[in-house]
């Protein structure tokens, strides 16, 4: 009798584990038919993530936030005067197949609701390059509005590697008033952004 109760005990065991990996089994499947179920990003407009933020991240002490745009700076105003090497830089960063950016005064996407298709998710507000230092300044719609800065080095032999960028709630006006900013920790570098 005692061995029919343990067999009995034996079997229930097993098969409790067998109906809570059929259920499992069941959720995954679920889960994956509704991933698969939701519409990627079309495909013309971006390349494939995988760890864009994390390499292209880089926390500065305060001392080198103050001098991360030493130097002389000339200031653009327009996408069109951007060099190509600074939007390749920047489609790098961004994930971004083709540069897309709108000018100062246009259109954007400002939310996460699409009123208009095609619109950039990103407005220049006004980039600089020296010898040896790229940046641009722009803000940023989607789910939260952001303005951010983001800041390249310049080889000797000319390639262009991202060297720093942060993320604030206010836009700069100007060229001093960015350095201010920075300095004072107004754009944030302490987690990984998608610029």
């Known amino acids: 009798m005692m061995y029919k109760a343990e067999m009995i005990q034996v079997h229930g065991r097993w098969l409790i584990r067998r109906c809570l990996f059929v259920v499992s089994l069941g959720l995954g499947l679920s889960v994956h038919a509704q ?38 700076f000339t200031v653009l105003t327009s996408t069109d005067a951007m060099p190509p090497r600074l939007k390749e830089a920047f489609e790098k960063i961004t994930g971004l197949r083709q540069f897309e950016m709108a000018n100062p005064g246009e259109k954007y996407q400002v939310t996460d609701v699409i009123t208009e298709r095609g619109l950039p998710r990103r407005r220049l507000l006004f980039a600089g390059v020296s010898d040896n230092k790229w940046f641009i300044q722009y803000e940023r719609g989607g789910l939260g509005h952001s303005y951010f ?43 990984l952004y998608y610029w």
Do not use: N
Request: overall charge positive.
């Open 149 to 191: 800065v983001v800041v390249f080095s310049v080889e000797p032999r000319g390639a262009v590697q991202f060297l720093w960028g942060g993320e604030g709630f206010q836009s700069a006006k100007d060229l001093d008033d960015l350095r201010k900013k920075i300095a004072a920790g107004r754009f944030a570098d302490d987690r």
């Open 35 to 72: 991933a698969a179920a939701v519409p990627s990003a079309p495909p013309a407009t971006t390349k494939p993530a995988d760890d864009l933020p994390a390499r292209f991240h880089k926390t500065l002490s305060q001392a080198q936030k103050q001098h991360v745009l030493d130097g002389q």
